[in-house]
């Protein structure tokens, strides 16, 4: 079962059970997919699952009676849910919240019921509802319709529908017929009607004419005991062609009843006790003939299948050497060597056979079984043959015979990568809603999980194990078709079934060996995917800092702009010159590389994320900022992918490459503002600034700031992203397929989002107010120096340089006169320290709970020598003194 059916179903649960409060479907479906393994089925597991839910139950032979009659029509995951159910009665407060929560439904459903009553009152006022009220008066009352109660039926409806019609309703219909037509299969052939009109295009009794050739028979009990055995003969031989006798007749309460029932018959009453006595016994072949030919000709019909029709094929040919034996037996008897003893003698071998065709059509028949259901049963059939080695090979044969036209699909999925499935009834399904071209556009596509999917439904026992490589190998192989290659397996030979497992699972690994390590190879080689890795982290991760270094000399004027007023081609241009005059020059893949902007920041992209993911309470939030950025917020690299590449650097992969390039382009950003700063405040001594109490104050935050920013990079870079590469390198050189090289690039890209912050909202908010408090401050800083050497160059200009510095300190001691600057940086300081000292409790916090070791490693470089826990410490103290 798929992630998404999970959900769904965990979702639909919660609903029934209208729980609105707690942890949402996505949680519940997270800890089943963890825990999900098969449930493997033993008689004493079913018979104490039985016997538990018996005890509990207040009508136990109801129970007993229904588990029989779903066994009996072969339901698969009948055992599977009786254990469920056996769990459940055990939990008596679960037991009584389902109880508690059934009454309440059915207490809406009838106030809902009400409702509609009243509704259907009113509803033949309008036009159409007189229509809706003809057409319920055009249904009879009993069950059973005639033919023309159906096509007046059909007359009615078609009227209402076309009197009702829209475009819309039109629309909808035409869809939902294209799906129903795909579901059912397109292109079937219809047979003629008139293959139900003539009673005779049948192997099977027929009851037309009977009461007139009735008139011309004897009552048999009037003629001799040699002669009764004679015609007793003469109808058993028709008997066993399906052809009724004069004698021996089927009951006439059973002429009218549903046609899958089994025949039985009456011998006339006058006829010899012991011949009566020998003839019933040859009477069940009779019966189970009857059947056979019945399921035959019904499962021969094009909408059942091709493991039907090659089912029905098998038996076919069975009965065409029972037909050689009748008209053997007819010989003896025109040459007077036939008697009853001979016949039940002769007919044992063929009695069991038609017995065992019987048998398998009851169990189709009341299974409504199809394809992969129908394999299963006849596998399990085989097995319960063991003992008997003639029913052993005849159920064999049948289910051989059976397995062809499914192991043919196989063979051309394994071996070809293409899947030809008229009926729907192969273990993989195709989707082609989910196309290749979407990988690279859609965040949320799910092209390699979810174009070709496995139906448990579909899988037929004896290959429930190897499923999942019957998946992988066709998909692997479909990827390489379409990047053009020739595909010719050499281990390809033909499946057939048999009872040692070993022997077609065998072929099957073979297929997927070859499969996964083709496609490993293109990739690997030929496409360069560990290159295209290197050359993505060179970019994204900022694993070469002179791109970055140049790039920002080249464009940070251009970035600092409002994201409306960049010119993208403009920016593009100079992305390429800072590549080209750099060591990334040396890259052969630059120029897949180009440049974006978003019309969001970091942080509202991650609430987008999570909210397609299901993954957050607040799925429309939006950022008050968001269309006032700037382009050094709204910048992002991106990078073209093309096929077969594209699976492992779809849209998501690359989004979340540019996440964390996002948030390390902008901590490097902020450590070139302070570093600017920093060289700015070395000319500031030549005004004798550094004199001033508030400037030792700001340099000292300057510092923070810096230490945060630096151990933050460091962090991320060196201890997150650096070790992950290395464990991703590791483990693609040891990789044996696709879905290998997707599993490890996905965990490589999770943790480094993980422990870099970024799939925590809290902390990533914490990290950007550090951020914007540090931008600010800096801005701020810039703006007081640039007016100091204003002051400078102005009073250059009207007095000799002795004075200057005098003209500028006194300027400066007009503009702090007011406090405003020490208030300002006080200001700074506290929200940074407020902000800091949030960041390492969040981080503590988690480091404890969620386990998360690698994030104390920041808490560590960022309060290295407590110098934050004792000034937390001191607020604290702070507060409760002035709360006194």
Avoid at 654 to 667: D, G, N, S
Wanted: glycine share 4%; proline share 3%.
């Amino acid at each position: 079962m798929s992630e998404f059916k999970i959900h769904h179903h965990a979702a639909e649960l919660l609903k029934l059970f209208n729980v609105t409060e707690g942890d949402g479907p996505e949680v519940y479906a997270e800890l089943l997919t963890k825990d999900l393994t098969p449930y493997v089925t033993t008689q004493i597991s079913t018979h104490t699952a039985k016997r538990k839910i018996a005890e509990n139950s207040p009508s136990p032979e109801d129970f007993l009676k229904k588990y029989e009659e779903l066994k009996s029509k072969n339901v698969r995951e009948l055992d599977s849910l009786t254990y469920l159910l056996s769990t459940i009665v055990q939990e008596r407060y679960l037991v009584k919240f389902i109880d508690r929560n059934d009454k309440e439904r059915r207490k809406s459903k009838e106030l809902s019921g009400s409702s509609a009553s009243n509704m259907a009152a009113v509803a033949p006022t309008t036009e159409l509802g007189k229509e809706i009220d003809a057409l319920t008066k055009a249904i009879p009352k009993s069950t059973l319709m005639t033919q023309k109660d159906v096509q007046d039926l059909k007359t009615k409806l078609a009227n209402i529908t076309a009197n009702t019609s829209t475009t819309s309703s039109t629309e909808i219909v035409k869809v939902l017929r294209e799906k129903h037509a795909k579901k059912m299969g397109t292109g079937l052939p219809v047979l003629p009607s008139w293959v139900d009109d003539r009673p005779f295009l049948t192997n099977d009794f027929v009851d037309v004419y009977r009461q007139a050739y009735d008139l011309d028979s004897v009552s048999i009990g009037t003629l001799p005991l040699k002669m009764q055995e004679v015609l007793l003969i003469e109808d058993l031989l028709f008997l066993f062609m399906g052809v009724e006798g004069k004698y021996i007749t089927l009951k006439d309460e059973v002429k009218d009843v549903e046609k899958k029932s089994k025949k039985s018959f009456t011998i006339d009453n006058s006829t010899d006790a012991s011949l009566c006595e020998i003839v019933h016994r040859m009477l069940p072949m009779c019966s189970n003939y009857s059947l056979v030919c019945r399921f035959i000709e019904s499962g021969s019909h094009f909408g059942k299948g091709l493991v039907s029709h090659a089912l029905c094929s098998a038996m076919r040919s069975l009965l065409k050497d029972y037909y050689i034996f009748v008209a053997q037996l007819e010989q003896q008897f025109r040459k007077g060597l036939l008697t009853l003893q001979k016949i039940w003698f002769y007919i044992q071998p063929s009695m069991k056979t038609i017995d065992i065709l019987a048998t398998v059509a009851i169990m189709i028949e009341r299974g409504d079984c199809k394809g992969a259901a129908i394999l299963t049963l006849l596998h399990e059939k085989t097995e319960a043959y063991t003992g008997d080695p003639k029913g052993k090979d005849l159920c064999l044969y049948l289910t051989q015979a059976a397995c062809t036209p499914y192991f043919d699909i196989l063979q051309k999925w394994i071996y070809e990568g293409i899947i030809k499935d008229p009926y729907n009834e192969f273990l993989v399904a195709e989707h082609e809603s989910f196309a290749k071209e979407r990988v690279t556009e859609d965040y949320n596509d799910q092209y390699w999980e979810q174009h070709y999917t496995i139906e448990r439904a579909r899988i037929p026992m004896f290959l429930e194990r190897v499923a999942e490589k019957i998946l992988r190998a066709g998909k692997y192989l479909n990827v390489i078709r379409q990047c053009g290659m020739t595909l010719e397996c050499p281990h390809a030979q033909e499946i057939v079934y048999c009872l040692n497992e070993r022997d077609y699972v065998e072929h099957i690994e073979k297929a997927y060996d070859y499969a996964s390590h083709t496609l490993l190879d293109q990739l690997l080689s030929e496409k360069k995917l560990m290159y295209r890795l290197r050359s993505i982290k060179h970019y994204f991760l900022l694993d070469q800092g002179d791109f970055f270094v140049g790039f920002m000399d080249l464009a940070e004027e251009e970035l600092k702009k409002n994201m409306d007023d960049i010119v993208p081609a403009r920016l593009e241009a100079l992305l390429d010159l800072a590549v080209r005059t750099s060591t990334a020059n040396s890259d052969p893949f630059k120029d897949d590389l180009t440049c974006d902007l978003l019309p969001y920041d970091l942080i509202t992209q991650l609430f987008r994320i999570l909210s397609v993911t299901g993954d957050t309470n607040n799925p429309n939030y939006r950022d008050p900022q968001e269309s006032q950025i700037s382009g050094l917020e709204a910048f992002t690299l991106d990078y073209e992918v093309k096929w077969p590449l594209s699976l492992i650097l779809s849209k998501k992969a690359l989004t979340k490459y540019q996440m964390l390039f996002r948030h390390l382009f902008y901590a490097k950003h902020v450590e070139r503002l302070l570093c600017q700063l920093w060289a700015s405040n070395k000319q500031a001594k030549r005004h004798m600034l550094h004199k001033r109490p508030w400037y030792s104050i700001a340099f000292a935050l300057r510092q923070r700031m810096i230490h945060l920013v630096q151990n933050l990079e460091y962090y991320m870079m060196f201890e997150v992203i650096e070790p992950n590469w290395h464990l991703l390198e590791d483990n693609l050189r040891s990789v044996t397929n696709i879905d290998g090289v997707l599993e490890h690039h996905n965990d490589f890209l999770d943790r480094c989002l993980k422990d870099c912050m970024l799939t925590s909202p809290e902390l990533l908010r914490i990290v950007s107010k550090l951020m914007a408090v540090c931008v600010t401050f800096c801005n701020c800083m810039v703006r007081y120096n640039h007016s100091a050497e204003v002051q400078k160059s102005e009073s250059s200009a009207k007095d000799s340089a002795s004075t200057a510095p005098k003209v500028s300190i006194r300027h400066y001691d007009q503009m702090m006169s007011t406090g405003d600057i020490e208030n300002t940086i006080g200001t700074f300081e506290t929200n940074f320290s407020k902000f800091l000292i949030e960041l390492l409790d969040k981080l503590s916090q988690l480091s404890s709970t969620e386990k998360e070791q690698e994030m104390m490693n920041l808490v560590f470089r960022l309060d290295h020598n407590s110098f934050y826990s004792e000034y937390q410490r001191k607020l604290i103290t702070e507060q409760l003194e002035n709360n006194k």
